[in-house]
């Protein structure tokens, strides 16, 4: 994809901005990034609300202390949880699947669960109780059903192709996975600005696929012709119009274009190459011999 132009502007005069890294300005995931992400929680592309950050009470089915660690959990107007996994700069190709490991752990959280999380948070003497009351007034319909499944957003500054093929795989088969990517500019003034724009899903997504797919019904309408050539000399020996068994001679069509010459040059360099019966034939054009 094309890096955007950032200019800033007085009157006629235009100045361009230059593109910088976290990591060439000494910027951080956990104190700059995440900082970011919680004061304005619309980075991550929907109407949400933080309900905690660095979320790390797992526990597995041995009772054991799990070390992984959530960047930051949130909640949309509807009640459905949103994961959000944030890297510095550029997303490392393991990146989906970490995130899937926390979506699948988060889904199984209760609002019992959830309110805990979030009375955590805001610190102080706030209770679950409260913080409950504070989710649900943040989205009225909240519970345990809303929940889940949650919807992953990875954000960050570059996304590699294994990333972005394997995300447009898992939206396609269901999971609502979004790519968010953010960029640093810095002004010649040495202001430094922030873009944050949404990467995946668009209606141009399937050009950061590895292999770009068919849509279903282009999928659906190249199988017909498939069978429909694969069946054509068994109905026309049902019709009568061949012989079963017959003798055909391969010709290539006018419609060959610039292939037909090294067609016919490759079928006449053997004697027998241009004929078959008819069973052996499969997608070609013929005639009766």
């Known amino acids: ?41 619309e980075i991550l592309g929907a109407d949400a609300k933080i309900v905690t950050f660095e979320f790390d009470r797992w526990i597995s089915g041995g009772a054991q202390a799990a070390a992984d660690r959530l960047d930051v959990l949130a909640v949309d107007r509807t009640g459905r949880l949103i994961v959000g ?21 988060v889904s199984r959280f209760s609002l019992d669960i959830l309110s805990e999380a979030h009375a955590a948070y805001l610190g102080g003497d706030v209770t679950p109780s409260q913080a409950r009351d504070q989710l649900q007034e943040w989205a009225g319909d909240i519970s345990d059903e809303t929940l889940a499944p949650p919807q992953i957003v990875l954000l960050a500054s570059e996304f590699g192709r294994s990333t972005t093929n394997t995300a447009l795989f898992l939206f396609e088969a269901g999971i609502d996975i ?14 430094r600005v922030l873009t944050v724009s949404q990467l995946l899903p668009v209606p141009e997504a399937e050009e950061f696929m590895i292999k770009p797919r068919s849509s279903s019904a282009t999928q659906a309408d190249a199988r017909i012709r498939r069978e429909r050539r694969a069946s054509i000399t068994a109905r026309l020996v049902s019709a009568n119009a061949i012989a079963q068994n017959a003798r ?10 610039e292939d037909q010459d ?19 034939v499969d997608n070609a ?3 009766p011999n």
Do not use: C
């Open 1 to 41: 994809m094309t890096d955007e132009l950032i200019f800033t502007v007085h009157d006629a005069t235009a100045k361009a901005a230059r593109r910088v890294s976290l990591t060439s300005v000494g910027l951080y995931e956990r104190q700059h990034l995440q900082e970011w992400v919680l004061a304005h929680p």
């Open 85 to 105: 996994e944030l890297k510095r700069d550029k997303a490392p190709g393991t990146v989906t699947m970490q995130a899937i490991n926390y979506a699948a752990m």
């Open 178 to 191: 979004r790519l968010r990517r953010y960029q640093l500019y810095e002004t010649q003034s040495g202001e």
């Open 248 to 257: 055909l001679t391969i010709v290539v069509p006018n419609g060959t274009q």
């Open 262 to 280: 090294m067609i016919r040059a490759w079928l006449e360099s053997k004697p027998d190459r241009a004929s078959a019966t008819q069973h052996q």
């Open 285 to 287: 054009a013929v005639v």
